[in-house]
């Protein structure tokens, strides 16, 4: 009897473990442009929303969303809320860098959005950039176990060097500024840079990098960005999920090569990663 206790104890604690875990991905899902045909929203959204509904991140970052696509998937993907602002007008003009969350699983306790400039609190750009830049950032609450972390979603700028450095550098400072109770953090985006950037570096000296800290449990290519070239390999890997080492286990990591039909849900390959918040 005691050891039949015994196991059913280990068992017990093991799922409770697992629970403890959280699944995250960063998707840059390809803003609407007419110009991609075959490969404009109206004929990949269904697959895309599939894909995602079939890992069933608990949150996730996108990038380069446009509303009309965030109410599509809004819509088609009843189980998850968003937030954000459209970085033009800090409203609903322009890409969105919004973070979508299971409400049945999450509870959001603040959230807001800043700039990657020298004038974060106003709409503007940054530095050498060629578009105005964002950071969308919430702090949340597992409903399971109460336990806090806050996640930020970015997309970098395309063009300035400067500003992509300059971006991770106050993306960092203000992780620390809104994260008093050094709670758990997870940084997802697509940052525009390779791995041996200096902009990437900066984040490296504070952050881990979940596909490199997966090591033997990391699967997938060893990049992120497609361009919808389905018969080349996928190489440059501007993708990632960070997160605050001292707070956060990495389970296992993922870029994920979905496709239907010799075509990709966008231009870019999604990043997964499972979490164990310590």
Same mark, same amino acid.
């Given at each position: 009897?005691?050891?039949?206790?015994?196991?059913?104890?280990?068992?017990?604690? *093991? %799922? +409770?473990?697992?629970?403890?875990?959280?699944?995250?991905?960063?998707? $840059?899902?390809?803003? /609407?442009?007419?110009?991609?045909?075959?490969?404009?929203?109206?004929?990949?959204?269904?697959?895309?929303?599939?894909?995602?509904?079939?890992?069933?991140?608990?949150?996730?970052?996108?990038?380069?969303?446009?509303?009309?696509q965030l109410k599509d998937m809004d819509q088609g993907m009843p189980e998850y809320t968003y937030f954000g602002v459209g970085r033009d007008d800090g409203v609903e003009k322009g890409e969105f860098s919004a973070i979508f969350y299971k409400t049945e699983a999450l509870q959001l306790l603040d959230q807001s959005t800043f700039w990657l400039s020298t004038t974060p609190n106003v709409p503007s750009k940054g530095w050498?950039?060629?578009?105005?830049?964002?950071?969308?950032?919430? *702090? %949340? +609450?597992?409903?399971?176990?109460?336990?806090?972390?806050?996640?930020? $979603?970015?997309?970098? /700028?395309?063009?300035?060097?400067?500003?992509?450095?300059?971006?991770?550098?106050?993306?960092?400072?203000?992780?620390?500024?809104?994260?008093?109770?050094?709670?758990?953090?997870?940084?997802?985006?697509?940052?525009?840079?390779?791995?041996?950037?200096?902009?990437?570096?900066?984040?490296?000296?504070?952050?881990?990098?979940?596909?490199?800290?997966?090591?033997?449990?990391?699967?997938?290519?060893?990049?992120?960005?497609?361009?919808?070239?389905?018969?080349?390999?996928?190489?440059?890997?501007?993708?990632?999920?960070?997160?605050?080492?001292?707070?956060?286990?990495?389970?296992?990591?993922?870029?994920?090569?979905?496709?239907?039909?010799?075509?990709?849900?966008?231009?870019?390959?999604?990043?997964?990663?499972?979490?164990?918040?310590?």
């Amino acid at each position: 009897m005691k050891k039949s206790l015994f196991i059913l104890l280990v068992v017990g604690i *093991l %799922f +409770q473990v697992q629970g403890q875990d959280i699944d995250v991905i960063s998707y $840059n899902i390809r803003y /609407d442009n007419p110009k991609d045909y075959p490969n404009n929203w109206d004929n990949r959204k269904e697959f895309l929303m599939a894909q995602l509904q079939f890992y069933a991140p608990d949150v996730f970052g996108i990038q380069e969303g446009l509303l009309h696509q965030l109410k599509d998937m809004d819509q088609g993907m009843p189980e998850y809320t968003y937030f954000g602002v459209g970085r033009d007008d800090g409203v609903e003009k322009g890409e969105f860098s919004a973070i979508f969350y299971k409400t049945e699983a999450l509870q959001l306790l603040d959230q807001s959005t800043f700039w990657l400039s020298t004038t974060p609190n106003v709409p503007s750009k940054g530095w050498d950039a060629a578009l105005p830049r964002i950071c969308t950032y919430g *702090l %949340f +609450q597992r409903k399971a176990d109460g336990a806090k972390f806050l996640v930020f $979603n970015t997309h970098f /700028d395309h063009v300035g060097e400067k500003a992509r450095e300059e971006s991770a550098k106050l993306i960092l400072e203000k992780i620390k500024e809104l994260n008093p109770e050094n709670l758990p953090v997870i940084l997802t985006g697509d940052f525009n840079l390779e791995s041996d950037s200096p902009g990437v570096q900066v984040i490296l000296q504070y952050m881990d990098d979940t596909f490199v800290g997966a090591e033997s449990e990391a699967f997938g290519p060893s990049g992120t960005f497609n361009g919808f070239e389905f018969n080349k390999p996928v190489e440059r890997r501007i993708d990632y999920i960070f997160v605050s080492p001292d707070k956060v286990q990495i389970r296992k990591s993922a870029i994920l090569s979905d496709s239907k039909d010799c075509r990709y849900p966008s231009d870019h390959l999604p990043v997964f990663a499972r979490l164990h918040l310590k």
